[in-house]
């Protein structure tokens, strides 16, 4: 079985358009020490020399998460349509058809069903690329999916973030979509099914502030980016200079906002854990 | 100005023929149904010309009223409750209970503070985690007792402080939302000014949502979005039209549910008849929803929020491009 379904439309073979790329060799951003790119896909796009974290897409973090070919693709065919007709400099239309050639995806997220270490679960994975991740009516459809398909099929929810926030370019809809996933989530409760929130590197605004918080368990990634405003509108609020941990993932920890923190390597071993109990 | 001055002399004209007509038996009918006419036309004209800034502008005016001018108005012995349970207590969200047309709700209230001393005690309406969690706190109540949820919406945004990071806001406001789009009682929201982003939504998840002709409620601020779009937040004003943050645009965005006229110039310069026209509407809005029993009422709510958004089917593209 195919890893991501109607393949005429999605593009899948991510890895193959990095080969594509002139550049075999990426400077990591933490060390600066050149890699070689092959080097760092195989080593679950961790640095090889320091240990940081590069971004993972959602397909690649679909495919780190799951057993193999367990993974069918249920994200919804749909793309924004523009509703507020948006005056960028670029056009909204245009930049979701860049990004989408970009990226091969709809928009931010990908939904499936699969298995985590032969656990069933549906599985939801947003992907920083397309637009900061961020959620407007696609992704909170497509989140929404997610959590009605695990409530029909009696599938534990996880919800793997990457996202700036609300998308500006759809406005109130994208706000509102906060309420909209935020309402759905209470299918899970009302199911008796968990909800895992997976925090990665950015977990912000609007989607910190509605369904990733809303996690049975909430869990994460080393590196991860997890807070409400950003860093410098408080600093110019405050007048002062935020620590270097400020909203980082140990942060959270210690504020008693997530429940642990966790290494990309060990994450499906954690997610499976946490199943086992439920 | 000019143009107010002189839509009041044509009310005024008017009034003067009708009291001819009445007094001296003339017909003066056609005359005056020529200026109302035209008085029609002009109003229309003026509300035309207010474009999404000019509405920024109205909702930030600082002599629009705000919350507790509406909550002083509309409701009866209102009575303050204080207090997160954990924290502390935040000046920027008030609430407590009251009497609305003779029964008991549970109102909050964004409150922005009017002169400088008070606006510093309500931290211009910028909530911190524990204004949040004392939303949450009231809305428990409420559904303890049956009461039906009035929330009044007037923020620039939820408060950027390193303690309300430290103290979980986002966390707070997500939790808010949960709560309130649960709530098995009825709840209202109107948006009176400003609807700020995530400050606002937390306590904007209702069964019916109601703004004000002249208030905004926007995903961002116009600044902070001409910030991201041009790295200039003086192009405020192109990001207001851009953001169509205006009660016409949520209402056709299906996000709201009505839009509550303002007399004239807007709420600064006639709060009564403003707050009368909301008062009427919230009235409808809760007589309707008392009759609901709750699984209803939650259905309802339910499937209202499961249906925001727009998007449209993929067609399939070609995969040679």
Known sequence: MPLFRDEEYLRVDFEEEEEKDEALWVKCKSCDKLIFKKKLQENNHVCPN???????????????????????????????????????????????????????????????????????????????????GSMGSVVGEQIVTGIELAAEKGLPFVLVSSSGGARMQEGLLSLFQMVKTTSARDLLSEAGLPFISVMTYPTTAGVEASIASLGDVIIAERGALIGFAGRDVIEQTIGEELPQDFQSSQFALEHGMVDSVVERDSMRDEIANILEFF | MSEERTLEELEEQIDRLKSLDSRNGLDLTEEIDTLTEKLAARKEESKEERDEWDKVKLARHPDRPDSEDYLEYLTDDFYPLHGDRLLGDDNALKGGLAKYQGRTIVAIAQSKGGDAEQSQETNFGMLRSEGYRKARRLMNLAERFNFPLLTIIDTPGAYPGKEAEERNIGGMIARSIS???????????????????????????????????????????????????????????????????????????????????????????????????????????????????????????RKKYRDIGSYRKVVKKKKEE
Not at chain 2, 264 to 275: D, L, P, Q, R, S
């Open chain 2, 179 to 301: 709560k309130m789009v649960s709530l098995e009682v009825p709840t209202l929201a109107a948006v009176i000014g400003e609807g700020g982003s995530g400050g606002a939504i937390a306590i904007g998840a209702a069964d019916r949502v109601l703004m004000l002709e002249n208030s905004i409620y926007s995903v961002i601020s116009p600044e902070g979005a001409a910030a991201i779009l041009w790295g200039d937040r003086d192009r405020a004003d192109d990001a207001a039209r851009a953001l169509k943050l205006t009660a016409e645009h949520a209402r056709e965005l299906g996000v709201i549910d009505e839009i509550i006229p303002e007399a004239g110039k807007g709420a600064h310069v006639n709060f009564e008849t403003t707050a009368d026209n909301l008062s009427e509407a919230l009235s409808s809005c809760l007589n309707e929803l008392s009759g609901y029993d709750r699984g209803k009422l939650l259905a309802q709510r």
């Open chain 1, 50 to 132: 320091c240990g940081a974290y590069f971004f993972l897409t959602a397909k690649e973090r679909i495919k780190s998460l799951t057993d193999e070919d367990s993974f069918e693709d249920r994200t919804k065919r749909i793309e924004s349509d523009d509703p507020l007709d948006f005056a960028d400099s670029q056009g909204y239309a245009e930049k979701i058809e860049e990004n989408q050639a970009d990226t091969g995806m709809f928009d931010a997220i990908i939904v499936g069903t699969g298995a985590v270490k032969e656990q069933d679960l549906v599985l939801a994975s947003m992907d920083f690329r397309f637009i900061g």
